[in-house]
């Protein structure tokens, strides 16, 4: 039993030494180390920005808010300037701004995906 403890203590001991010796050997720049560079937060969405992107896509309220999968009511609020957008919904919003035939896309296509998912399970399973 007091082995185990010892080995697993030991274990944790040789991963902080490797990657310390690991950060070392990044500093003096004889290894390269995978980086990620982080995208900038989501700015905030003013209400008009947000029926700019709407109208931009010639879409109803209740179409964009389909295809946001979000209820009407909240689309209506963030456009009267109620509520603001959580930052996952500010950062769907922005990406369809940037580049919304593309967004709408792939929107239109995991959707596609996923009806032709459901009625696959549903042809197994009525032949089960």
């Known amino acids: 039993?007091?082995?185990?403890?010892?080995?697993d203590k030991l274990r944790v001991f040789e991963q902080i030494r490797q990657g310390l010796q690991e950060g070392i050997a990044h500093a003096q720049g004889k290894l390269s180390l995978k980086t990620t560079t982080m995208p900038k937060p989501?700015?905030?969405?003013?209400?008009?920005?947000?029926?700019?992107?709407?109208?931009?896509?010639?879409?109803?309220?209740?179409?964009?808010?389909?295809?946001?999968?979000v209820p009407t009511k909240t689309l209506q609020s963030w456009?009267?300037?109620?509520?603001?957008?959580k930052a996952s919904e500010a950062r769907l919003l922005q990406i369809i701004e940037h580049d919304p035939?593309?967004?709408?896309?792939?929107v239109s296509a995991a959707s596609e995906g996923r009806?032709?998912?459901?009625a696959s399970r549903g042809r197994q399973a009525s032949k089960g």
């Open 79 to 85: 456009e009267q300037g109620a509520r603001e957008p």
């Open 1 to 7: 039993m007091n082995v185990t403890a010892g080995y």
């Open 42 to 69: 989501v700015p905030k969405l003013t209400k008009s920005r947000v029926v700019a992107i709407r109208k931009k896509l010639s879409m109803s309220q209740a179409v964009f808010a389909s295809y946001l999968n």
């Open 115 to 118: 009806s032709r998912e459901q």
């Open 101 to 106: 035939e593309r967004a709408m896309g792939l």
